[in-house]
């Protein structure tokens, strides 16, 4: 006989979901029964803990049925749903993380770009301390609102010196608060 193994909280919540909180017995849902996770094939016959092996089920029928099990069409039926569920999840997190690299690449670039033009205003050279708050003001403003505001104050602090220069890279972000408060007047 196999030995039964505990269901992970997090396997229990995504069989919940997929089944939409839906008894696949009799249909009752949650709220009105307390609903558990049901083995499709029996772990007395085998049956382990895989996703494709567990179904809603409410208390009562749960309790009903002991270790008879779903139909194999029935249960084929579930297993298939489990599985096309499953891809479907694993696409859509494959474009998350597609989308979410493209926008890291992308804030790279505008980061770069800006930091190239106060090198070629400057001709000092950013660090990646300056280009880590070049990327973040990028992400709390915009990138027009930081180039805007690297040309006010580098127009109006920098003076050809280290210490303007400095000034006038500090002032970036306060720039950029402020035009956009001007803005929202």
Same mark, same amino acid.
């Given at each position: 006989?196999? +030995?039964?193994?505990?269901?992970?909280?997090?396997?229990?919540?995504?069989?919940?979901?997929?089944?939409?909180?839906?008894?696949?017995?009799? $249909?009752?849902?949650?709220?009105?029964?307390?609903?558990?996770?049901?083995?499709? /094939?029996?772990?007395?016959? $085998?049956?382990?803990?895989?996703?494709?092996?567990? &179904?809603? %089920?409410?208390?009562?029928?749960? @309790?009903?049925?002991?270790?008879?099990?779903?139909?194999?069409?029935?249960?084929? /039926?579930?297993?298939?749903?489990?599985?096309?569920?499953?891809?479907?999840? @694993?696409?859509?997190?494959?474009?998350?993380?597609?989308?979410?690299?493209?926008?890291?690449?992308?804030?790279? +670039?505008?980061?770069?770009?800006?930091?190239?033009?106060?090198?070629?205003?400057?001709?000092?050279?950013?660090?990646?301390?300056? /280009?880590?708050?070049?990327? %973040?003001?990028?992400?709390?403003?915009?990138? %027009?609102?930081?180039?805007?505001?690297?040309? &006010?104050?580098?127009?109006?602090?920098?003076?050809?010196? @280290?210490?303007?220069?400095?000034?006038?890279?500090? /002032?970036?972000? $306060?720039?950029?608060?402020?035009?956009?408060?001007?803005?929202?007047?």
């Amino acid at each position: 006989m196999a +030995e039964r193994k505990q269901i992970s909280k997090k396997t229990r919540f995504e069989v919940l979901k997929r089944d939409h909180f839906t008894c696949q017995y009799c $249909g009752r849902m949650s709220p009105d029964v307390i609903l558990e996770i049901d083995h499709i /094939k029996p772990v007395a016959k $085998g049956g382990d803990n895989s996703i494709t092996n567990l &179904i809603t %089920s409410c208390r009562d029928c749960n @309790r009903g049925k002991g270790k008879t099990k779903l139909s194999d069409n029935e249960a084929l /039926k579930k297993q298939q749903k489990a599985i096309k569920d499953l891809a479907e999840k @694993r696409e859509q997190m494959d474009m998350m993380m597609q989308w979410k690299l493209e926008l890291e690449n992308h804030l790279s +670039e505008e980061t770069n770009n800006i930091a190239n033009y106060i090198e070629a205003i400057s001709g000092e050279h950013l660090s990646d301390i300056g /280009k880590n708050k070049i990327k %973040s003001l990028i992400k709390r403003f915009s990138y %027009s609102e930081v180039l805007t505001a690297v040309e &006010i104050s580098f127009d109006t602090y920098y003076e050809g010196d @280290r210490n303007s220069w400095f000034e006038a890279f500090q /002032k970036i972000g $306060g720039v950029c608060y402020n035009k956009r408060m001007q803005t929202e007047d």
